[in-house]
């Protein structure tokens, strides 16, 4: 019997919880009932999560807010963004989406993530108010983010947007500024097919007499985020030259160059994605031109970053062999993603395990996907917008171009079993006698199920895959359908 989330009878109710298996699966009656409101969707809008917030006292007023939007980069630049604030001396909290294995990773104060009973105990006190201002999912969590950042006494905080920025929950405060990581295409269902109208959705987030930080943006872009900024009177400021690199890799941490406004450094970062490398370089220039307006210190940008981890970001969490989880799940990001791996290790050391929502388009990167691994593994995480592996693999081998070498593709409908064949076949020997390599992307569902597959209880700490290190058999959950297929 399979375990994928049984749809109701009314489409738009959802799924059902119940039905849902680790880290999916809400544990606490409270936790169940706030992940209920999903079924409703999204809802873009503002007017829920502003009554919501006036009835929990408009806690966005007692301190000074930054909002971080972008298809791709914005979870890690506001991670780094939050650390600054901290080594600044700033009691700084950090809001983020969507969580891995806990809800709490959402809200953070000081680097440490919201305890699971402190958060059903914020459940519990703003259930009539949410249920009142009958607000979403999302708009719950950021205005109970909100309530608890100002009972902890927070002086900034660092708000991650859900998607888009115009109708985002986190556009109900009034930003001191505004960064822009990236524009790219994705969640066109909701904020439009091109990509002026995405920038255009996530540009509304501009206050008057406000600075917007632009980050690298596509060609044309650029131009149109001046005309839009200058019709909201937002001050612009260009931080495309904000970039970095990764210079070399021990093992452990990554030594980075980053090119700033002001000048070069060298910084140390634990984690060696060259994304991270860029967001914590636009994210270092970001915090020194709003410190300066602000009159905040600038504290030691170097050591603050060398302890920031962005979980899940082109991270090393097995060695026996090498596992790598990445959240990418767009093209833009599989791309960058994909391009960076390939260029690490020869194709014969490469296994990929690959898993897609139903809404991703990702046909543009297929043939990427095709080329990059001598071997993928396609499977599904237990959710129920996956896209089937089957579906995948035919898309898949239609994309391989005549001219390559197609790649071994199995299909592996359980994740559990999915990750076993993977770790076989990367422990066997290639000709270089080097180890293999496993990447795991697509989804944050994926990495998020394979988190605990792997026997990963929670992100706190130096990442670590105990289960797959140790050469023992991974978690499999109950009623999960075991099949290794070659199309």
Not at 130 to 159: G, P, W, Y
Not at 170 to 185: E, I, K, Q
Not at 217 to 227: F, K, T, V
Not at 354 to 376: N, P, S
Request: aromatic fraction near 4%; hydrophobic fraction near 45%.
């Amino acid at each position: 019997m399979s375990s994928r989330p049984r749809r109701t009878g009314d489409s738009s109710r959802g799924f059902e919880l119940l039905q849902l298996l680790p880290p999916f699966a809400p544990t606490h009656p409270a936790a169940r009932w706030l992940f209920g409101l999903a079924r409703g969707g999204m809802r873009p809008g503002l007017v829920r999560v502003k009554a919501l917030l006036r009835r929990l006292g408009d806690p966005q007023r007692n301190m000074a807010c930054v909002v971080v939007a972008g298809t791709n980069g914005k979870g890690s630049a506001a991670t780094y963004l939050a650390a600054l604030g901290s080594a600044a001396g700033l009691r700084t909290a950090l809001y983020t989406s969507p969580h891995l294995l806990h809800p709490g990773e959402r809200i953070v104060v000081d680097g440490r993530p919201l305890a699971e009973s402190a958060l059903v105990a914020l459940i519990e006190r703003c259930r009539p108010h949410i249920e009142a201002a009958q607000a979403t999912f999302f708009e719950a969590m950021t205005a109970m983010a909100l309530l608890h950042f100002r009972e902890q006494d927070v002086q900034l905080a660092v708000l991650e947007t859900g998607l888009g920025g115009r109708l985002d929950a986190t556009n109900a405060v009034d930003a001191r500024g505004v960064l822009l990581t990236s524009v790219g295409d994705d969640h066109h269902q909701i904020l439009g097919d091109s990509l002026a109208q995405i920038a255009r959705e996530k540009l509304g987030l501009a206050r008057r007499g406000r600075p917007f930080y632009l980050g690298l943006l596509p060609a044309g872009i650029d131009a149109l985020a001046a005309e839009v900024l200058a019709a909201a009177g937002a001050q612009a400021v260009d931080l495309s030259l904000g970039r970095g690199t990764v210079e070399a890799w021990d093992g452990r941490s990554a030594r980075v160059r980053l090119w700033l406004p002001a000048g070069e450094a060298v910084v140390t970062l634990p984690q060696r994605g060259a994304m991270q490398a860029q967001m914590a370089a636009l994210a270092w220039a970001c915090w020194e031109d709003l410190a300066r307006r602000e009159g905040w210190p600038l504290g030691d940008a170097g050591r603050a970053l060398r302890g920031v981890r962005a979980p899940c970001r082109y991270e090393g969490f097995g060695a026996a062999p090498e596992l790598l989880l990445d959240t990418a799940h767009n093209t833009p990001a599989l791309q960058q993603v994909l391009a960076q791996w390939s260029a690490e290790r020869p194709r014969a050391e490469r296994v990929l395990v690959f898993g897609v929502m139903r809404d991703k388009r990702i046909d543009a990167v297929l043939g990427e996907i095709a080329a990059c691994a001598a071997c993928v593994v396609l499977t599904a995480p237990c959710w129920e917008r996956s896209l089937p592996p089957r579906d995948l693999a035919a898309r898949l081998r239609a994309a391989t171009p005549a001219s390559g070498t197609p790649p071994l593709v199995l299909v592996v409908e359980s994740v559990t079993a999915a990750m076993e064949e993977a770790r076989r076949r990367a422990m066997a020997p290639t000709a270089g006698g080097r180890g293999q390599s496993v990447l795991v992307t697509g989804s944050n569902f994926l990495v998020a199920e394979v988190l605990d597959r792997i026997g990963v209880d929670d992100l706190v700490g130096p990442p670590h895959a105990p289960l797959w290190d140790a050469g023992s058999p991974l978690r499999e959950r109950p009623q999960r359908e075991q099949e290794v297929a070659t199309p």
